[in-house]
């Protein structure tokens, strides 16, 4: 199966606790997205790769890191920077570049902060 | 800067009514829109993009230019469209593609 695996759907975190959260794809997609998705305030994005070893900071980047090592792997690690980590997150991928850039969304992950 | 405006947080309308959900969009340059839906307990995915011009479940949008909108409409609604509709814009330069959403609107069909 084609597709973005992301884990783990659901995380529970104390305050002060860095978490990472793992998105896979087997697509041989270019480009890998971060949003963050809250009632009523629809997805924004955090940060985005066109391609492996580079990224960049997308809307509300603060409070947040990742790493693209791999073409297929895009980790995003919530610190403890964040001040309101409990969302859903979505990862999603695409071939990148302009004409239909079309993104492919993962199942995302619940990250609730106690 | 770029912008995706979702003006309704909610639509609610009969079943067989006709469906138009609203999107304005802020870009100087050439646009790029599409729109995802999330049915319930699925995957956010495409729905349809301007460039292909064409109708998925009904489903057509747009892009006019002079008003910058990118409005959703179905002539008649069914049960199984409600979800929650999102208006997106693909923009970058330098190689660098970003994809900007809006607030979403759901729709609800009302049996």
């Known amino acids: 199966d084609g597709g973005i695996t992301q884990s783990p759907k659901y995380l529970f975190r104390k305050e002060g606790q860095n978490v990472t959260l793992s998105c896979e794809q087997n697509?041989?997609?270019?480009?890998m997205y971060w949003y963050r998705q809250d009632p009523g305030q629809g997805l924004r994005l955090i940060y985005y790769?066109?391609?492996?070893?580079?990224?960049q900071k997308g809307d509300i980047a603060e409070g947040y890191s990742v790493s693209r090592e791999k073409k297929e792997s895009f980790p995003l690690t919530v610190t403890s920077a964040q001040k309101n980590p409990t969302a859903f997150y979505l990862c999603?991928?695409?071939?990148?570049?302009?004409?239909?850039?079309?993104?492919?969304f993962g199942a995302g992950s619940r990250l609730t902060v106690l | 800067a770029q912008r995706v405006t979702q003006p309704e947080k909610l639509l609610s309308v009969f079943k067989g009514a006709p469906v138009e959900l609203k999107c304005n969009y802020s870009?100087?340059?050439?646009?790029?829109l599409f729109w995802y839906v999330q049915y319930s307990r699925q995957r956010l995915q495409l729905l349809l993009r301007?460039?292909s011009r064409e109708s998925i479940k009904g489903f057509t949008a747009d892009l006019n230019k002079g008003e910058t909108s990118f409005h959703l409409k179905k002539p008649f609604a069914q049960e199984e469209d409600s979800a929650m509709y999102y208006c997106?814009?693909?923009?970058?330069?330098?190689?660098?593609?970003?994809?900007?959403f809006g607030i979403g609107t759901k729709l609800q069909v009302i049996p």
């Open positions: 999603a991928s695409s071939w990148g570049g302009s004409g239909a850039n079309v993104l492919t």
């Open positions: 697509l041989n997609h270019d480009a």
């Open positions: 790769s066109q391609i492996v070893n580079d990224f």
């Open positions: 870009y100087s340059g050439s646009p790029e």
């Open positions: 301007h460039i």
């Open positions: 997106a814009l693909s923009h970058g330069s330098g190689g660098y593609q970003k994809v900007t």
